[in-house]
């Protein structure tokens, strides 16, 4: 069983080159043997950043588990429905990788336990690690992903031995990975621009009245 869920930093400052970086890591973790991964997510809880964040994970660690485990993400799930009805987007990216998707029941948290426990356990490593580092200001955002996986590449160490026992149980990697975009349908305007989650971008004068289709990913 894999679980994951996405968490915000709150008394844990990061800035890049000086400007504060407003993020939040998403997080992984194979509930037997504790082995984790952690992405840092742009914007909000899309599923572009849950498909990035997953499929990250499972090639990072080498296989699928046969269940995935969310809380009640409204990107992998329709919330309003009555019934436990995934988005189309969220059914698919499993159909690909051959995992059952589940989730735990809302309002009942403690069924996150494997994940949300483990949040405080990062967040701990984390201060740790950026005290003696000595501050908080990271040169890139490449410079700080490389500092979160030195933490997460210290923890997965410490649980070697059941990594590599839960490793043999887990499903073969697809050919290739899937979707991790949200698509978008748009009309270029008169001037020349299009207005993508309420920021406005300029395109060839060329391309008036067109449809485009966007593919939105977490960090572009």
């Known amino acids: 069983v894999g679980i994951s869920d996405f968490t915000l930093l709150n008394d844990i400052i990061i800035s890049i080159r000086g400007e504060v970086f407003n993020h939040r890591p998403y997080h ?15 914007g909000g809880e899309s599923f572009a950043a849950l498909s990035a964040g997953l499929q990250d994970a499972f090639w990072r660690c080498g296989g699928v588990p046969k ?5 009640s993400l409204s990107a992998a799930y329709k919330n309003h429905s009555e019934e436990t009805l995934f988005t189309d987007q969220y059914e698919s990216l499993s159909r690909h990788y051959g995992f059952k998707p589940t989730r735990n029941n809302p309002g009942v948290s403690h069924e996150n336990g494997a994940i949300e426990s483990a949040h ?4 701990q490593r984390m201060r740790q690690g950026l005290l003696l580092r000595g501050n908080h200001d990271f040169e890139s955002l490449d410079a700080y992903q490389s500092f979160i ?25 697809p050919k290739y990975r899937t979707h991790d975009y949200s698509e978008l349908s748009v009309v270029v305007t008169s001037s020349s621009t ?3 989650k309420r920021v406005l971008y300029t395109v060839p ?9 966007i593919h939105l990913y977490d960090d572009k």
Request: aromatic letters at 6%; a positive charge; charged letters at 30%.
């Open 194 to 196: 299009i207005s993508v």
């Open 67 to 71: 269940q995935h485990r969310t809380d």
């Open 149 to 173: 996986e030195q933490i997460v590449d210290r923890l997965n160490r410490q649980h070697k031995t059941r990594i590599d026992e839960e490793r043999k149980l887990l499903q073969s990697l």
């Open 120 to 123: 405080g356990h990062l967040k």
């Open 28 to 42: 992984y973790r194979l509930v037997y043997s504790g082995w984790r991964f952690v992405k840092v997510i742009h």
């Open 205 to 213: 004068s060329r391309l008036i009245g067109s449809h485009l289709r």
